[in-house]
């Protein structure tokens, strides 16, 4: 039986943008099936990762400009466009979010609408947190945008979204993306991929 994947991201994360492009090779090598979970890595910070928001004042400092050049770096690896910080960064991700919930039921949808919507927050800089800019994305790979934003205050789209978050921090989960390999292998963020391919691989 191939291995199955849980990938939860969100949106706003740039090692999750760089990881949602670089585990595809991967499945396609290994023929691991994947389920894409949206979920609000906010909520998860607040709960059990607050100093998150203590390194985010030290913009300046070495950690934080080695950050960026090892984002920077892999970026151009990964051959992806990368034109971040935006000028909202950190973007608050809650409306992109409930609108991935509300495709999650179709997976295709949800690649399509993901891979939109990271190019329009991490090369043209579009802010993900306006409802007109998750329509036009939704409008541009052929959905009904009006529609998809209108289900982002659906009280089950919202509830959705809060048991994905409440279910990443249940199972250990510390920020995005959080990658499961068969149920209880984690995994966190773009450089640990190698690692998820030989869990894949050992469990075939």
Not at 16 to 44: C, K, M, Q, S
Not at 167 to 182: C, H, W
């Amino acid at each position: 039986m191939p291995a199955k994947i849980e990938f939860f991201f969100d949106l706003s994360s740039p090692w999750t943008y760089l990881a949602f492009h670089n585990i595809r090779p991967i499945l396609d090598e290994t023929g691991a099936d994947i389920t894409w979970r949206p979920f609000l890595v906010g909520g998860v910070f607040n709960a059990v990762n607050k100093s998150v928001y203590a390194a985010r004042e030290d913009s300046k400092g070495p950690k934080a400009r080695f950050f960026m050049k090892s984002l920077r770096d892999w970026a151009a690896w990964s051959n992806l466009p990368l034109n971040f910080p935006a000028p909202w960064h950190p973007v608050r991700s809650v409306h992109a979010m409930r609108a991935c919930c509300a495709l999650e039921d179709d997976q295709d949808a949800l690649v399509r609408f993901a891979e939109a919507a990271f190019a329009a927050y991490f090369d043209r800089q579009e802010n993900l947190d306006e409802p007109d800019v998750l329509a036009a994305i939704a409008d541009g790979i052929g959905m009904d945008g009006t529609a998809l934003v209108a289900q982002t205050q659906d009280d089950a789209v919202k509830a959705r979204l809060r048991a994905n978050t409440d279910e990443v921090i249940d199972r250990g989960g510390f920020g995005s993306p959080s990658i499961f390999v068969n149920g209880s292998d984690m995994y966190f963020g773009n450089d640990q991929l190698p690692l998820v391919k030989r869990a894949i691989e050992r469990a075939d």
